[in-house]
Nanobody
Framework: QVQLAESGGGLVQAGGSLRLSCAAS????????MAWFRQAPGKEREFVAT????????YYADSVKGRFTISRDNTKNTVYLQMNSLKPEDTAVYHC???????????????????WGQGTQVTVSS
């Protein structure tokens, strides 16, 4: 059983930056592909970014490509999401998710992930 805990959310002005962290415990972190999803009020949860078990491969939603960077540190059991050039439409609760998988396929569907964190709120003011 893997537990995930996000941190780093907050209120930021448009154009600003935030760095989210997701600390994992209870499993062998390097056996899991990791991802970030987000959910805005009244909207479906949507895929943001994913990273392979080794950190060697990443994949992004078109809406964040070039602005967000996902990374991981397997020695610290942590995955990060660096968010730059934030826009009001980035406002959402951000969740990290883990999938037991050591291949190279990037899963963008929430239904393919096994474990989820509680989320951290990101609010971008205009």
């Amino acid at each position: 059983q893997v537990q995930l805990a996000e941190s780093g959310g907050g209120l930021v002005q448009a154009g600003g930056s935030l760095r989210l962290s997701c600390a994992a415990s209870g499993g062998t972190f390097s056996r899991y592909a990791m991802a970030w999803f987000r959910q805005a009020p009244g909207k479906e949860r949507e895929f943001v970014a994913t990273i392979s078990w080794s950190g060697g491969s990443t994949y992004y939603a078109d809406s964040v490509k070039g602005r967000f960077t996902i990374s991981r540190d397997n020695t610290k059991n942590t995955v990060y999401l660096q968010m730059n050039s934030l826009k009001p439409e980035d406002t959402a609760v951000y969740h990290c998710a883990a999938k037991y998988y050591r291949g190279n396929y990037h899963s963008t569907s929430e239904y393919e992930y096994d474990y989820w964190g509680q989320g951290t709120q990101v609010t971008v003011s205009s």
